[in-house]
């Protein structure tokens, strides 16, 4: 019982905005017809040969769905062969989610999206986009993602809620998909047929207008960009912000540079709530002052934005470092203890760039995400030590 | 051109395949560019917090609070996972070619038309390999200096080769705001033609090989090889892009040294400008045409205040302005170049607004525009006399002809033309009269001297 209440408390903050009525035990599967992240259109009757389909909402952006997806593909590997079908579906409009609602990914939930990311982390099941409508996720009742609905043969559902009971793998205690799926698979009855799903609110059509907002607040931000010297390039380098930092060297003569600056804004927007700074450095003439600051100022960037304090460029970039090539673009990512974690010249490779910023973010609200972004599926899971267990 | 013309309308490939191609990529990368982080991951987080707590040590919530502030102390660890290993800037992805090393062979299509060999320069006491490339602003404004290196050093013996690094199918339109043409041979020859060159401008940009034999950094880089074929300078031209603020003339240092048999002052510097555009990165060029095609195209009707309003140019740039007709042959067959031309120029000091000539509520002109994504400001003259079009601007063409003009942004006429367009012609006269360069290293002038010297010939 003790372990009630911080999944009603979780739900109070999950489950706020759901109007739609939770899926009952016992009815049957709601049908679907969704584009998946292979290209190709999956509904119910797909399935219709499986003895047992698990159908789970997750999506790209929640932290929690990224704890979860290793789990939910050992779920896949160890009963795909026992007669369970699994399918995953995205619910979130991609539209409704703000930049600051991205700081523990790559990429969005738009198809796209989800195509990048099953081919980043060898996503092997059906996983199809719900977010232009959201027809299905309301038919199913989606309260929080992930949130998993277990058919048996006669697609009636037997049990719906959490995966199991702890989102921090190890401190796993109950396995309630997989103790549903293990009943009905011997014909026993399913020991919990509900729980409360707990993880991200689904990210509503109706919450379009908060990205806007969001649009409009980052627009009145106040524009600046302050000359630097050779001192300041050697405490940019140094890095005594106590922060991962992102530093891009650019110009408005650059073609690459011009192109890759919105991207390099956005990638700001979406880790600036966390331990994360950039810092734009444009190499231009100080004579190019007015234009350097109309082009910051009519991309919002929020800065700290800097220039080159001196026509003398080659000493400025000696005074960054001494190994720092000449031409721009030239991006780096710097540890707090002063390590380049990641660097770029020429022209970013943006998803590249945000794995990286991803996997050298200490953990924070979620343990095991930056092992996530470092590749280290195994160490996410948890539960290779959980499995064996009765 | 054809080359230019012809990249928009690949049809983009799957982004799916891309996708792999890109993560595939990554996650060959990812063990080499971040080692260390498996120490992370074996880290504290995990091992040490007993799966199942016994009661009375707090339950489940207890152990997790534990691991979270685990993890928390752990935020206020340096985030590197390479923590005291001082790991710096890394060296390139194809490595500079080391002082003293030999010459790399090569065999290179010029712009003459011919093949050239390393061996044909065997004669020559020295040799200097500049690549150089023509869409890059940087490379353009160090042509005339390496010109001039070339007129003064040809007579002691010094040979100079200019190649190209790129492949112009790597490069997007909207990296060509300082240039005419793309990056390929046919181009090159436009250019070299335009801007008079005289010695050797080779193309690499088919395989890159030679390129990365060379470990070009960027255009321009010079590599300097002395009499033994040895390389005995590379990097900059010289230490400013400025030229009136340049102090240390690297390039002439180490040529002079090498012809009084003096040892070389500073044999390496770094290379400043465009960077390569290895055809082993993605490019963007495909999500660049889809981006394109999903831009919205639309038509406003105008009259004849707004044509005046638009003649006298209120907004700041150089403003292209086309009436056409759908009638019109000409007009339908060069309207492509010209949405590259705003494609390529845009995100410049530059707009381009279209205006159909077309009777008013004519369905074709939308749907023509549509088939070529026209997402520039299209108009269309609202009245039905094309001369009262005409009146309004203050102009006489002939009906059913197109008319173009780039107008500067103080209203002068800097290019107008009637019937079929030069687009090159009209690329050059915008690009020499853009005016966000004037305060800048000088981009405008090549265009404008060449211009200049075009209608002196």
Redesign the interface.
Same mark, same amino acid.
């Given at each position: 019982m003790?372990?009630l209440l911080?999944i009603l408390l979780l739900c109070a903050a999950a489950c706020s905005g759901g109007a739609d009525p939770a899926l009952p035990a016992g009815a049957p599967a709601p049908d679907f017809a969704l584009p998946g992240a292979d290209?190709k259109t999956h509904s119910l009757a797909d399935y219709a040969n499986s003895a047992l389909l698990a159908v789970v909402f997750t999506c790209n952006h929640c932290p929690e769905a990224q704890l979860y997806e290793a789990r939910i593909k050992k779920l896949h590997d160890d009963y795909r062969g026992k007669g369970l079908a699994m399918v995953a579906i995205n619910p979130d409009n991609p539209a409704s989610l703000t930049p600051g609602e991205l700081g523990y990914t790559d990429v969005g939930d738009s198809l796209?999206e989800m195509?990048?990311r099953a081919?980043?982390r060898g996503i092997d099941y059906p996983y199809l986009y719900d977010g232009d409508t959201q027809a299905v996720a309301r038919a199913y009742g989606v309260t929080a993602l992930p949130h998993i609905y277990v058919f048996d043969r006669e697609r009636k559902l037997r049990y719906q809620g959490r995966i199991d009971d702890?989102v921090?793998? #190890?401190?796993?205690?109950k396995q309630h998909a997989r103790n549903a799926i293990d009943a009905l698979l011997t014909g026993r009855p399913v020991p919990v047929a509900q729980t409360v799903a707990s993880g991200c609110p689904v990210k509503g059509l109706s919450k379009t207008a908060g990205a806007a907002t969001e649009a409009a607040k980052t627009g009145a931000e106040p524009v600046t960009v302050s000359m630097a010297g050779a001192d300041d390039m050697k405490k940019l380098r140094a890095n005594g912000t106590g922060k991962?930092l992102l530093v891009n060297f650019w110009a408005?003569?650059?073609? #690459?540079c011009?192109?890759e600056f919105p991207d390099l804004l956005t990638t700001h927007r979406m880790y600036r709530g966390r331990?994360f700074e950039f810092v734009s450095v444009s190499i231009?003439?100080p004579?190019?002052r007015?234009?350097v600051l109309a082009f910051l100022q009519q991309r919002q960037a929020p800065g700290p934005n800097l220039q080159f304090a001196t026509?003398?460029?080659?000493a400025l970039?000696a005074a960054f470092?001494p190994?720092?090539?000449?031409?721009? #673009?030239f991006t780096?990512l710097i540890?707090?203890?002063?390590?380049?974690?990641?660097?770029q010249?020429?022209?970013t490779?943006i998803?590249?760039l945000r794995?990286?910023i991803l996997?050298?973010? #200490?953990?924070?609200?979620y343990?095991?995400l930056?092992?996530y972004w470092? @590749?280290?599926v195994d160490?996410v899971t @948890?539960l290779s030590?959980?499995r064996g267990k009765p | 051109m054809s080359q230019r013309t012809r990249v928009p309308f690949r049809r983009p490939v799957s982004?799916?395949v891309c996708? !792999?191609f !890109?993560?595939a990529t990554?996650?060959l990368?990812?063990?080499q560019?971040?080692p260390p982080?498996?120490e !992370?991951?074996?880290?504290a987080?995990?091992r040490d917090?007993s799966?199942?707590p016994r009661r009375g040590e707090g339950?489940?919530?207890a152990? +997790?609070t534990n691991?979270?502030r685990?993890?928390?102390s752990?935020?206020s660890?340096?985030?590197?996972?390479?923590?005291g290993?001082?790991?710096?800037?890394?060296p390139?992805e194809h490595p500079i070619l080391p002082i003293g090393a030999p010459v790399p062979d090569f065999s290179l299509p010029g712009i003459d038309g011919k093949m050239h060999k390393l061996s044909e320069y065997t004669r020559t006491k020295f040799l200097a390999v500049v690549f150089e490339c023509n +869409?890059c602003?940087?490379s353009q404004l160090y042509e005339s200096r390496v010109d001039r290196l070339y007129r003064e050093y040809r007579g002691k013996g010094v040979t100079f080769v200019a190649i190209n690094p790129n492949n112009p199918k790597s490069i997007?339109l909207?990296?060509?705001?300082?240039t005419d043409v793309n990056d390929s041979l046919e181009e090159m020859k436009i250019r070299a033609k335009f801007r008079g060159r005289e010695w050797p401008y080779l193309y690499d940009g088919e395989t890159q090989a030679v390129s990365i034999k060379f470990g070009v !950094?960027?255009t321009p880089h010079i590599y300097i090889f002395d009499q033994d074929r040895k390389l005995a300078y590379q990097?900059?031209i010289d230490?400013? +892009?400025?030229e009136d603020?340049v102090?240390s003339h690297d390039a002439r240092n180490a040529l002079d040294a090498l012809l009084a048999g003096r040892p070389v002052p500073v044999a390496q510097?770094?290379?400043?400008?465009?960077?390569?555009?290895?055809m082993s990165?993605?490019s963007?060029v495909e999500e660049e045409w889809a981006k394109i095609q999903a831009e919205p195209v639309t038509l406003d009707l105008v009259g004849v205040d707004d044509l005046k309003k638009l003649r006298a140019n209120g907004t700041g740039k150089v403003l292209l302005v086309h009436f056409w007709s759908t009638g019109c042959a000409t007009c339908v067959s060069q309207f492509p170049d010209l949405e590259t031309t705003f494609r390529m120029y845009r995100?410049r000091s530059f707009d381009f607004v279209t205006v159909s000539t077309d009777p008013p509520g004519d369905p074709a002109v939308l749907a023509f525009l549509k088939k070529q994504y026209a997402s520039s400001p299209n108009k269309q003259f609202a009245g039905t006399d094309a001369s009262a079009a005409q009146a309004a601007w203050g102009a006489k063409w002939k009906a059913g002809s197109p008319f173009t003009m780039v107008i500067a942004p103080d209203g002068s006429v800097l290019y107008q033309k009637e019937g079929k367009l030069d687009i090159l012609e009209m690329r050059r006269a915008i690009l020499a009269n853009m005016p966000?360069?004037k305060?800048?290293?000088g981009?405008q002038a090549y265009w404008q001297s060449a211009v200049a010297d075009k209608k002196r010939k």
């Amino acid at each position: 019982m003790r372990s009630l209440l911080p999944i009603l408390l979780l739900c109070a903050a999950a489950c706020s905005g759901g109007a739609d009525p939770a899926l009952p035990a016992g009815a049957p599967a709601p049908d679907f017809a969704l584009p998946g992240a292979d290209g190709k259109t999956h509904s119910l009757a797909d399935y219709a040969n499986s003895a047992l389909l698990a159908v789970v909402f997750t999506c790209n952006h929640c932290p929690e769905a990224q704890l979860y997806e290793a789990r939910i593909k050992k779920l896949h590997d160890d009963y795909r062969g026992k007669g369970l079908a699994m399918v995953a579906i995205n619910p979130d409009n991609p539209a409704s989610l703000t930049p600051g609602e991205l700081g523990y990914t790559d990429v969005g939930d738009s198809l796209g999206e989800m195509r990048t990311r099953a081919a980043y982390r060898g996503i092997d099941y059906p996983y199809l986009y719900d977010g232009d409508t959201q027809a299905v996720a309301r038919a199913y009742g989606v309260t929080a993602l992930p949130h998993i609905y277990v058919f048996d043969r006669e697609r009636k559902l037997r049990y719906q809620g959490r995966i199991d009971d702890n989102v921090s793998g #190890p401190l796993v205690h109950k396995q309630h998909a997989r103790n549903a799926i293990d009943a009905l698979l011997t014909g026993r009855p399913v020991p919990v047929a509900q729980t409360v799903a707990s993880g991200c609110p689904v990210k509503g059509l109706s919450k379009t207008a908060g990205a806007a907002t969001e649009a409009a607040k980052t627009g009145a931000e106040p524009v600046t960009v302050s000359m630097a010297g050779a001192d300041d390039m050697k405490k940019l380098r140094a890095n005594g912000t106590g922060k991962l930092l992102l530093v891009n060297f650019w110009a408005t003569w650059c073609g #690459p540079c011009v192109t890759e600056f919105p991207d390099l804004l956005t990638t700001h927007r979406m880790y600036r709530g966390r331990n994360f700074e950039f810092v734009s450095v444009s190499i231009n003439d100080p004579e190019d002052r007015p234009q350097v600051l109309a082009f910051l100022q009519q991309r919002q960037a929020p800065g700290p934005n800097l220039q080159f304090a001196t026509s003398d460029i080659s000493a400025l970039q000696a005074a960054f470092d001494p190994l720092m090539p000449a031409a721009v #673009p030239f991006t780096l990512l710097i540890a707090p203890n002063g390590d380049v974690l990641h660097q770029q010249l020429g022209e970013t490779d943006i998803l590249k760039l945000r794995r990286a910023i991803l996997a050298g973010l #200490p953990d924070d609200k979620y343990p095991g995400l930056q092992a996530y972004w470092s @590749g280290h599926v195994d160490s996410v899971t @948890g539960l290779s030590e959980e499995r064996g267990k009765p | 051109m054809s080359q230019r013309t012809r990249v928009p309308f690949r049809r983009p490939v799957s982004i799916a395949v891309c996708a !792999v191609f !890109v993560c595939a990529t990554i996650a060959l990368a990812w063990p080499q560019s971040h080692p260390p982080s498996r120490e !992370v991951k074996s880290g504290a987080l995990w091992r040490d917090v007993s799966p199942k707590p016994r009661r009375g040590e707090g339950g489940p919530r207890a152990a +997790h609070t534990n691991q979270l502030r685990k993890s928390f102390s752990a935020a206020s660890q340096p985030a590197s996972p390479a923590q005291g290993r001082g790991r710096g800037i890394q060296p390139n992805e194809h490595p500079i070619l080391p002082i003293g090393a030999p010459v790399p062979d090569f065999s290179l299509p010029g712009i003459d038309g011919k093949m050239h060999k390393l061996s044909e320069y065997t004669r020559t006491k020295f040799l200097a390999v500049v690549f150089e490339c023509n +869409h890059c602003p940087m490379s353009q404004l160090y042509e005339s200096r390496v010109d001039r290196l070339y007129r003064e050093y040809r007579g002691k013996g010094v040979t100079f080769v200019a190649i190209n690094p790129n492949n112009p199918k790597s490069i997007r339109l909207n990296e060509q705001g300082y240039t005419d043409v793309n990056d390929s041979l046919e181009e090159m020859k436009i250019r070299a033609k335009f801007r008079g060159r005289e010695w050797p401008y080779l193309y690499d940009g088919e395989t890159q090989a030679v390129s990365i034999k060379f470990g070009v !950094v960027a255009t321009p880089h010079i590599y300097i090889f002395d009499q033994d074929r040895k390389l005995a300078y590379q990097g900059r031209i010289d230490d400013n +892009h400025r030229e009136d603020l340049v102090k240390s003339h690297d390039a002439r240092n180490a040529l002079d040294a090498l012809l009084a048999g003096r040892p070389v002052p500073v044999a390496q510097t770094g290379a400043f400008g465009c960077t390569t555009k290895w055809m082993s990165k993605a490019s963007g060029v495909e999500e660049e045409w889809a981006k394109i095609q999903a831009e919205p195209v639309t038509l406003d009707l105008v009259g004849v205040d707004d044509l005046k309003k638009l003649r006298a140019n209120g907004t700041g740039k150089v403003l292209l302005v086309h009436f056409w007709s759908t009638g019109c042959a000409t007009c339908v067959s060069q309207f492509p170049d010209l949405e590259t031309t705003f494609r390529m120029y845009r995100l410049r000091s530059f707009d381009f607004v279209t205006v159909s000539t077309d009777p008013p509520g004519d369905p074709a002109v939308l749907a023509f525009l549509k088939k070529q994504y026209a997402s520039s400001p299209n108009k269309q003259f609202a009245g039905t006399d094309a001369s009262a079009a005409q009146a309004a601007w203050g102009a006489k063409w002939k009906a059913g002809s197109p008319f173009t003009m780039v107008i500067a942004p103080d209203g002068s006429v800097l290019y107008q033309k009637e019937g079929k367009l030069d687009i090159l012609e009209m690329r050059r006269a915008i690009l020499a009269n853009m005016p966000d360069t004037k305060a800048y290293f000088g981009q405008q002038a090549y265009w404008q001297s060449a211009v200049a010297d075009k209608k002196r010939k």
